[in-house]
Nanobody, 123 residues
Framework: QVQLVESGGGLVQAGGSLRLSCAASGGTLSGYAMAWFRQTPGKEREFVATTSWTGGGTNYAGSVKARFTISRDNANNMVFLQMNNLKPGDTAVYYC????????????????WGQGTQVTVSS
């Protein structure tokens, strides 16, 4: 059973950068699309970015496009989210997920989830 573990979250000032990592164990990420979602208290978990299993295709939510970059390293079973020019509105718990359709933007489109990592952006 594959498990996903996110890391790299923390506290950063507005305008700063963070790089989130998602490591897989007990299984492979090769052949699967990968996604990042985020969630704030009282709100639905929302789509942030996805990548195809090769990494050649990506899809971003409008609110993060041109600021965030998703990438992956299949040889090491890792997925990354580079976040630049962070804004207070980016504050959330960020989750990585594995699925089969990189165009899936609903949580039900993804079947394996990590436990999340907190990102807090101060103004």
């Amino acid at each position: 059973q594959v498990q996903l573990v996110e890391s790299g979250g923390g506290l950063v000032q507005a305008g700063g950068s963070l790089r989130l990592s998602c490591a897989a164990s007990g299984g492979t990420l090769s052949g699967y699309a990968m996604a990042w979602f985020r969630q704030t208290p009282g709100k639905e978990r929302e789509f942030v970015a996805t990548t195809s299993w090769t990494g050649g295709g990506t899809n971003y939510a409008g609110s993060v496009k041109a600021r965030f970059t998703i990438s992956r390293d299949n040889a090491n079973n890792m997925v990354f989210l580079q976040m630049n020019n962070l804004k207070p509105g980016d504050t959330a718990v960020y989750y990585c997920a594995r699925g089969v359709n990189m165009y899936g933007v609903r949580t039900s489109d993804w079947d394996v989830w990590g436990q999340g990592t907190q990102v807090t952006v101060s103004s």
